[in-house]
């Protein structure tokens, strides 16, 4: 019998807590998993999940128009804000359910409270309930960050925009970086005025800056407004409800609402680590070595918790390993190298590997391939808009060290190409695939 109630003691069901409770227990171990608000986590409940579904419904605004140059006799159509809303927080509801019978099936206990570490072995509920542990996991994941400017009260952040009563007429979004842009495309295509604020002149740090200079082009073309190297001095709310953002310098913006996106910090206060010996970095984040154990041999963080990618996929995989590595006698770590992401703007971008700027610091002599070009669907719909692919290459072993793409269906299209840069294959080796004509894909094995 074991000196402890479980084997595992997981806080915080999201992602990876819940993959980690599940891969555990079927290997075995006597877990429960604590967890203070609803299971899913960040994005499921709050995030990706419901904020790709916004996205689908934004596209309708210009799919409708599109459909009219393609023969179809569509009239001007209105949008409800609440019809997407409830349907979407509906759906969101359907995967908490699926998410706990997984719990379930696997006889993982949830505790719906909140848990704090008392020590290297033992927890203790909201209830008062004292529970110990053999292992204990941290997988809080991150919180939004809120700037200290006077009158941030007014502004809402991504946990709450789901929620929000109506759509704004005008909003200004806080921020440079993937949640702002995917926002300011939603709320554009939904008919709000939107105005991006970002207190330095780029936007999407890490991206290739090609693709991300094309994106601004993009949404400045299509009526989105920017504003750089704004410092926010003050919000202020009138008497009608509404919001004005004052500036230090420039002209005030008014908002029915503002979105902060301006970030997410790891959610470690009040977590009691400290009472076990775990050590954070200076953002708060629980330092880990590459097995997922923290500075308290007991006690290991996988996902947004923790110094790493903050990524709903990779906090996945860190919860696998986790668990394999733990419980299943099979010690496994997670690979960070060639990680995809995608940006769900308007037109969505994507890219894996190394950009432009990285590759040439690494290796001093690269090949760049790029194609920009007018996807077919936007020449029949009389669309302006531009798709652009771009390829970077060792220019000494010819091998693809990075993939970058902006353009319809951009995400979907490089996740199988995101392989090949992972397997580190060669331009050539692209070169000799037959294309898939007609496609948006086939330019990826036309680069010249």
């Not at 194609?371 to 693809?400: C, H, I, Q």
Request: hydrophobic content about 40%; proline content about 4%; some cysteine.
């Amino acid at each position: 019998m074991s000196d402890y109630d479980f084997d595992l003691f997981v806080i915080g069901a999201g992602s990876g807590g819940v993959r980690a409770s599940r891969v555990a227990a079927a290997h075995g171990a006597k877990v429960a998993v604590a967890e203070e608000y609803r299971v899913g986590g960040t994005c499921v409940i709050r995030g990706c999940v419901p904020k790709k579904l916004l996205i689908y419904g934004a596209h309708f605004a210009e799919d409708l128009k599109d459909a009219r140059r393609f023969g179809w006799n569509v009239p001007d159509c209105g949008f409800e804000w609440t019809t997407l809303r409830d349907n979407v927080l509906a759906d969101v509801d359907r995967l908490e359910g699926l998410y706990k019978n997984t719990l379930n099936s696997h006889k993982v206990e949830l505790i719906s409270e909140r848990a704090t570490i008392t020590g290297p072995h033992s927890v203790k509920l909201a209830s008062g309930r004292e529970v110990t542990a053999k292992v204990i996991l941290v997988a809080t994941g991150a919180w939004p960050l809120i700037p200290e400017v006077e009158g941030a009260e007014y502004g809402i952040t991504s946990n709450e925009v789901f929620h929000l009563d109506e759509c704004p007429k005008r909003i200004v979004i806080v921020g440079g970086g993937y949640i702002a842009n995917e926002f300011a495309g939603i709320f554009h295509q939904f008919g709000s005025h939107v105005t991006m604020v970002n207190r330095g002149s780029t936007l999407l740090r890490g991206y290739d800056e090609q693709i991300r200079d094309r994106l601004l082009q993009i949404s400045m073309t299509k009526g989105i407004n920017f504003r750089f190297n704004a410092k926010m001095e003050r919000i202020e709310k009138n008497e009608d409800g509404t919001l004005c953002v004052r500036f230090k310098d420039g002209d005030p913006v008014a908002a029915d609402i503002v979105l902060f996106a301006t970030g997410r910090a790891p959610l470690t206060n009040g977590l009691g680590l400290e009472t076990a010996g775990v050590e954070l970095d200076e953002k708060g984040a629980i330092k880990v070595d590459e097995y997922n154990r923290t500075s308290c041999e007991s006690i290991y963080a996988v996902g947004d918790v923790t110094d790493r990618l903050q990524l709903t996929p990779v906090a996945i995989r860190e919860g696998h390993a986790f668990a394999d590595t733990v419980f299943g006698d099979n010690p496994r770590t997670v690979d960070y190298a060639c990680v995809p992401s995608a940006v769900f703007s308007h037109p969505p971008l994507a890219g894996v590997g190394l950009t432009e700027a990285q590759a040439k610091n690494k290796y001093g002599t690269v090949k760049v391939y790029t194609s920009d070009f007018r996807p077919m669907k936007n020449v029949l719909a009389g669309r302006e808009e531009r798709a652009l692919y771009k390829m970077v290459v060792d220019a000494t072993t010819n091998r693809v060290v990075g993939l970058h793409m902006i353009g319809p269906d951009a995400p979907e299209i490089l996740q199988a190409a995101a392989i090949a840069v992972k397997a580190g294959l060669t331009k050539q080796d692209f070169d000799d695939t037959v294309a898939l004509h007609p496609s948006m894909a086939e330019e990826l094995v036309l680069l010249k």
